[in-house]
């Protein structure tokens, strides 16, 4: 494989800045202090839907809501009308569309929040919908309280720690081979092929031709 040397140094951004805005989901509410951090400190902030009672519950306001109204309490319904944006398009969920409300506004270094637990079948399709944010030209990572999911294509770099656990989930590129982890890459087929990685240094390296996520552990 021919290696790239120029690095994407998207992901080292996008791994340790701070976000532009951050979307909360209607999954699980965070409890872990790096995303419960990121959703105090974040300049701007959209709610999906019931994730936006969650958030006021707990004393906050969020800049926007969004969806499709179907799982927001009616008192906060009435009483945040002036902020609520009702998208009712059932071809994309509410985490795609707080995505694309936020491109609109300009806003493109995205962290995601809230957007795992409750039921599985939204899990996958949350993550699996960072690849098609990421064709947006959106910067985007999601938090969960026990890690990040970072879309990626061709060669990246990324900070890390010795003996940090890592996992790469292919979708569909070719050529994948690792720098600075325990075990050694391949053209994964299926999404438990490249989980319970390990990094061996202050940072490690996916040489690779295509699209994958890359799951950093806390």
């Not at 309280?145 to 003996?163: L, N």
């Amino acid at each position: 494989m021919k290696e790239n040397n120029n690095k994407n140094s998207v992901e080292l951004c996008v791994l340790c800045g701070e976000p532009e805005a951050v979307i909360l989901a209607n999954g699980d509410y965070p409890t872990h202090p790096r995303p419960l951090q990121i959703l105090a400190n974040a300049p701007y902030i959209v709610c999906c839907d019931g994730g936006a009672d969650a958030y006021i519950d707990r004393g906050n306001v969020p800049d926007v809501i969004i969806g499709d109204g179907d799982s927001l309490s009616e008192e906060n319904r009435r009483k945040y009308s002036h902020i609520l944006h009702c998208v009712s398009d059932q071809e994309t969920n509410d985490q795609t569309k707080a995505v694309n409300f936020l491109l609109s506004q300009g806003k493109r270094n995205i962290a995601i929040v809230g957007a795992t637990g409750k039921r599985e079948d939204h899990t996958l399709g949350n993550i699996s919908l960072l690849i098609d944010y990421m064709h947006t030209g959106a910067h985007v990572r999601m938090l969960t309280d026990y890690g990040i999911f970072i879309p990626c294509h061709d060669t990246c770099s990324f900070p890390s720690q010795p003996g940090q656990q890592i996992s790469i989930i292919n979708f569909g590129a070719h050529n994948l081979r690792g720098e600075g982890l325990v075990y050694p890459l391949s053209d994964f087929t299926n999404w438990w092929q490249g989980t319970l990685n390990e990094s061996t240094g202050t940072e490690f390296t996916i040489y690779a031709e295509g699209e994958y996520l890359v799951v950093i552990n806390y």
